[in-house]
């Protein structure tokens, strides 16, 4: 077991997607004191914010590992990658129902586009 002198030292094992940290941004965020991801909150802003959302929960899941990395106070990577293990289930889970949500709101507003249609096709009649 390799101890980790120096948090700033990313060990090559640990690069590499974190489902922890773009399925859940907030949350892991301040879980592994990555407070850069709390930037996930101005997926808020009117417009372009749900764009930035995207982008920087990409950002996240490319990079989230290295930040833990040097933001935790890990004895081992042993350590870490049992942590990090703990998010990735419920990281995939997470996107899977945005997935899912997406896909019911484009159902949902076909649905009713096409009742809205027939509606107005009977009234003209």
Known sequence: MHVY???NEVP???KGWSWGAFGLTFYWSIGNKVYLGLLI???GVP???W???IIWKIVMGLKGNEWAWKNGSYKSLEEYKKVQ???KVPGIVAFAFAIIGVVACIIFFIFFAAMASTIYN???Y
């Open 41 to 43: 909150l101005l997926a």
């Open 12 to 14: 090559e094992e640990i």
């Open 122 to 124: 009977y009234d003209t």
């Open 5 to 7: 002198e120096n948090s």
């Open 85 to 87: 293990d703990s998010w």
């Open 51 to 53: 764009i930035f959302a």
């Open 47 to 49: 417009v372009i914010g």
